[in-house]
C-alpha cells in the first residue's frame, strides 16, 4: 500500500460511549435471578467491565473447547 499514490490517511475513529441500560439489563436476568436463589454470581448492574469480563470469559471456555470461529475468538 504504501507505493501506491493518492491514498489518504484517515484519521483514527474513536466510537462513541455506549450507555447500558440498567434497568433492561435487570429486566432481562430477572427470571434467572429468581430460578437461581438470586444468582449472587450476576452483577446488578451493567457495566462495560462486566461485559468485557463476559467476552474474556466466553473466549477462554471457546479456545478450551477449540472453537476457532471468528465469532469466538
Known amino acids: 500500500l504504501a507505493g501506491q499514490n493518492g491514498l489518504r490517511r484517515l484519521p483514527?475513529?474513536?466510537p462513541p460511549e455506549r450507555?447500558?441500560?440498567t434497568a433492561t439489563w435487570r429486566q432481562?436476568?430477572?427470571?434467572y435471578?429468581?430460578?437461581?436463589d438470586g444468582a449472587?454470581?450476576?452483577?446488578?448492574?451493567?457495566?462495560?467491565d462486566?461485559?468485557?469480563?463476559?467476552?474474556m470469559e466466553m473466549s477462554?471456555?471457546?479456545?478450551?473447547?477449540?472453537?476457532s470461529s471468528w465469532?469466538?475468538?
Do not use: E, Y
Open 71 to 73: 465469532l469466538f475468538t
Open 50 to 55: 462486566v461485559f468485557d469480563s463476559f467476552n
Open 33 to 36: 435471578r429468581q430460578r437461581k
Open 28 to 31: 432481562l436476568m430477572l427470571p
Open 19 to 21: 450507555r447500558l441500560d
Open 60 to 67: 477462554d471456555l471457546a479456545r478450551r473447547g477449540g472453537v
Open 12 to 14: 483514527p475513529r474513536i
Open 40 to 48: 449472587p454470581w450476576l452483577p446488578s448492574a451493567a457495566t462495560h
